[in-house]
Structures are given as structure tokens and as C-alpha cells.
């Protein structure tokens, strides 16, 4: 799905329409908007009717900044309001020849995602839940949403960010189009979320992660950020992960291999060490470890582990074989 435009004449009223909760696609916008139908916005009906006990009634970022859009090109304007929040030297102008597909005239959200990496910050779909999102705000995170703004059967595909609500009034209040601050009813804007699928993102630096994180879906994401080219970041983001997940060995190995592309390899060996200390026979981190041991020219010492990893056997038998011919050979060099 692409997000494009929303500030043109259409998109203009469109918003125009929201504000004074008006027909959209006639009788049927009404009931969904003004009513509340549950069957149109089933998350809206229930936050009405029975909100989190431990969500805050209201949240304003009123500090994150705003980028009119040009035409077409809400997914630039969306994508530098989150990243400019965190500190990240761009522009919506800056990110147009990353996100914005010219022949489609919008961006697609795997771009969306992909573009914040090379700055090193983390990329994270939230689960399709509007309390997720709601939660998000609350702790201090915008939140990048696609809308359809068509109405009937038209389709007008938009980016917008979530940067605050207010449970008493039931409103949710965006970035959007050319409009530092639309305050829509939450019924209304489920109505125009949902057709993506409830999609949204949030972009976040690497020390920090989103209060709804997912650990195997977060583990992901840092994954991507490292694949970019990003191992710093990628280090940073895994200590802050096994600081909540202690237990996730796979953490553990990420933050000794970041740490090892960045040539630190005594960060790496001590990451590997903890990892040892909660799974005393992992055939990866002995294997990882002994490599990195040899390295440092410890061959003494990556030999006695490289040898346990063999007696451990398992699936990694033939890398683990590789590792210590190698570890023998520096032996014989040395």
C-alpha cells in the first residue's frame, strides 16, 4: 500500500470533513463516527467503554515537530517528523529519493521502515491495536499511521503521526497533511486506519525501545538496523534488550557480533562470557567465544573452549570444526 496524498483540494476536505463530523460516505460515516458503531470500530468502542486501568486518560507531544507536506509526499513529511523528534539531522526534503516512489506517487511501507536504518535508529511495526499506539504516545513516542482517506470505494492512501489523545473527549490528535494539530474522534479515525491492516511504525534510538515492544519482533527489528550497515547501533539496542530479556541467549551472540564488526573485541568476549555464564554449553557462544579468544592471540585458551564445543557436537559440528582448524594453524604460527 502506498501513502500519498492528503493535503490537495480532496484531501482538504476530506479533513475538513472530520473536523465537523459531517457524512463522508453518507449515513454510514455518520453512524460510524458520530454513534460509535462497534462492528466499524470495534478497538474505539472498547477503549470507550472500558479503558486501561494503567493507561494516563491524556497525552500531548507537543514537542514533536511538524513538516507540511507537498503534494503527494506525506511519507517523507512523516517519516522526518519522528526521526527529527529523536534528534536525527534531516528533512521531509531529505528523505523524499528515500521513501517517495515518483511513478506511484507515494511510499510503501517497507521503505517507510527501511529509511530510518541508515541513521542507526531502530524501525518497529506496532501490533495492529489502537491501545498500542495509545500507549506508545503516552510513553513519549510518536507514532507514524496509514490512512485511507477515500471515501466510498475510492481509496487515498496517507500517512499522518500520532502524537497525542484524550480519553475524555475521545480524540486522538495528528500530524497530518498540512495541519500541525487534527483532532479527530477516535471512531473516526479507527474508521479511516483500519483498511491498512491497522498499520503503524515507530522510530526509535537505539536506546530506546518502544514501551510495547515485542521481544522476537524487536529482535527483528534490530536485526535490520544491523544488516544496514549499523553496528554500533545495532550493540546498543541489544544491551538495552537483554537489559528487559536477560534470558534471550540470541541477544546475547548479536551484541558479541556487533561488537565484533566494530572491531571491539574485548566487548565482544566479555558479551559471550555472560551468555556462557546462563547457557554454560552453547556450542555458538564456545564457538564465538574461542574465535574471538584467537583473535586476541589467546590460543591457549580458545583451543581449551573450541574443544568443548566439539564434544558438544550438534548442528553447528562443521562450523565449529572450521574454527578450531583455524585456531590450530595460528597455534602452529605462533
Not at 52 to 69: G, I, K, N, R
Not at 321 to 326: A, V
Amino acid at each position: 500500500m502506498l501513502g500519498g496524498g492528503g493535503t490537495g483540494t480532496f484531501g482538504e476536505r476530506v479533513l475538513a470533513l472530520f473536523r465537523n463530523a459531517r457524512s463522508l460516505a453518507g449515513v454510514f460515516f455518520v453512524c460510524t463516527v458520530l454513534y460509535g458503531c462497534a462492528t466499524m470500530v470495534p478497538q474505539a468502542a472498547i477503549l470507550r467503554d472500558s479503558w486501561p486501568s494503567d493507561l494516563p486518560l491524556q497525552a500531548e507531544l507537543q514537542d514533536v515537530p511538524f513538516f507540511p507536506q507537498t503534494e503527494y509526499q506525506c511519507g517523507p513529511a512523516a517519516l522526518a517528523t519522528t526521526l527529527v523528534y529523536f534528534n536525527v539531522a534531516t528533512s521531509s526534503v531529505d528523505l523524499i529519493d528515500r521513501v517517495y516512489i515518483p511513478a506511484r506517487k507515494g511510499s510503501v511501507q517497507i521503505e517507510m521502515l527501511a529509511a530510518a536504518r541508515p541513521f542507526g535508529i531502530i524501525s518497529y511495526t506496532l501490533e495492529p491495536r489502537l491501545e498500542i499506539v495509545l500507549r506508545e504516545i503516552a510513553a513519549g513516542i510518536p507514532v507514524i499511521v496509514l490512512q485511507d482517506l477515500g471515501p466510498g470505494s475510492f481509496t487515498a492512501w496517507h500517512y499522518a503521526v500520532a502524537v497525542g489523545y484524550d480519553a475524555r473527549s475521545g480524540t486522538v490528535v495528528l500530524r497530518s497533511g498540512d495541519h500541525r494539530r487534527l483532532v479527530l474522534p477516535l471512531a473516526a479515525f479507527e474508521y479511516t486506519w483500519k483498511a491498512s491492516g491497522y498499520w503503524a511504525m515507530v522510530t526509535v534510538p537505539p536506546s530506546r525501545m518502544p514501551a510495547t515492544a515485542d521481544r522476537n519482533r524487536y529482535f527483528e527489528a534490530i536485526l535490520a538496523v544491523e544488516r544496514a550497515g549499523q553496528p554500533r547501533a545495532a550493540a546498543v539496542a541489544y544491551e538495552k534488550f537483554v537489559e528487559r530479556w536477560p534470558e534471550d541467549m540470541g541477544a546475547y551472540i548479536g551484541l558479541a557480533n556487533a561488537h565484533y564488526a566494530l572491531g571491539e573485541l574485548h566487548r565482544a568476549e566479555t558479551a559471550l562470557r555472560r551468555a556462557l555464564e546462563r547457557y554454560p554449553n552453547s556450542t555458538v557462544a564456545l564457538n564465538n567465544l574461542a574465535q574471538t579468544l584467537s583473535d586476541e592471540g589467546r590460543v591457549e585458551e580458545a583451543l581449551e573452549l573450541i574443544d568443548r564445543a566439539v564434544a558438544a557436537g550438534g548442528p553447528h559440528a562443521n562450523a565449529i570444526s572450521e574454527t578450531r582448524t583455524l585456531i590450530l594453524q595460528r597455534s602452529k604460527q605462533r
